[in-house]
């Protein structure tokens, strides 16, 4: 195997090492803040994401994806000290800008590296094959993390912050020693990159399509995993179990990713009406039962979410540009945030007001509306082109 591989997936693993993740919104909620305001602090990192998501993915196609992914490890390092030491709405606040730039930076960038390895060896027909196996050291990482991040939290939340700044310091030091030679396209201007890439995405309406499927299951998404949280708490889950729930949640999402090529290959266009379905199922079970195993119900979510961003990734990068692919994955990205600006307040004040069951339940519908509506779309567009 390609030494730039084995050391992809070892930078993968580390920098998955969010030892806050699985407390960080009782973290929050432990810091005075009110549910409307965890998600109005979610609806500000998610417009920071909006600001600097497509900038710095240009940054990664016009100067090197591993120099953006470098720069975006110091910005996540800077952030989870920041979370450490910080307290109350605005400081919050402050730091999670900061950690929207540093993610920024490593978003799209870490899955177009890993592609300009494949395609430079000749091998990008397997990128799901390593784009999974990716993942689930990923994926992997974040189980064990957040077992220990449980434990940890048990001792002292801010310690998980402290924890995750050193895995990141890791990531770095695994990143550097990379040795993959990238082809920057530096005859190609920055808004040059940024337009072409905009003109690519609303001239394809399959490409389109792949956006607006990918953005309504990871707005979902990031709606619930906060909320799996702040579930759990009302379920009377202890602090230290936290950990291994949100193991066997992410363990769930590992399976996902390893079993996407294959579920595609058996079902093709039928996949993305399973997956819909899956998410929807999870969300109701969840609107009728608040029990402490019910959180295990969100691992259909998970599953379903994993499966679709390989997918749908593969398909936009197979039919982009290789110089333009950090930004269109930003575009993504960015469109998921944009969405998340915008929803993440209605959800925090829908919880506060009508309650996590009746949120989850609301939340059913509209998605099986919104997805079926987008399935139809797919195979509208499919029959058209062909």
Known sequence: MNSDITKYYFFSAVNNCL?????VYIFFQQ???????IFAIEAIYSLGIVLFEVPTGAVADRFGKKASL?????????SCLLFSISSGFLALSAAYLVWAFGASLGSGADTALLYDILHKGGQEEYFKRYRANATVFGLSALAL???????LASISMRMTFVASAVAFALSFIVLSTIKHAESRHENESYRDIVTGSFRLIKNSPLLLWRFAYLVLFRVVYCLVQPSTQIYMGLAGLGITFFGVASALLFLSGLIGSKVAHGFESRFKTISYAIIAALSVLSLLLASQYVVPLGFLVFALLYFAESMNSILIEHEMLKNT??????????FGSMSSRLALTLLAPIWGVSMQGIGLQATFF????????????????YTGIREHEA
């Open 145 to 151: 993390s957040g077992i220990i991040g449980g434990y």
């Open 362 to 377: 609301g939340s059913a519908i509209i998605l099986a509306i919104a997805s079926a509506f987008l399935f139809l779309l």
């Open 70 to 78: 470098l720069a975006g490890s110091l910005f996540l390092i800077l």
């Open 31 to 37: 810091d005075g803040l009110s549910l409307t305001e």
């Open 321 to 330: 540009p290789k110089k333009w692919h950090s930004t269109v994955l930003s």
């Open 19 to 23: 030892f806050f993740l699985p407390v």
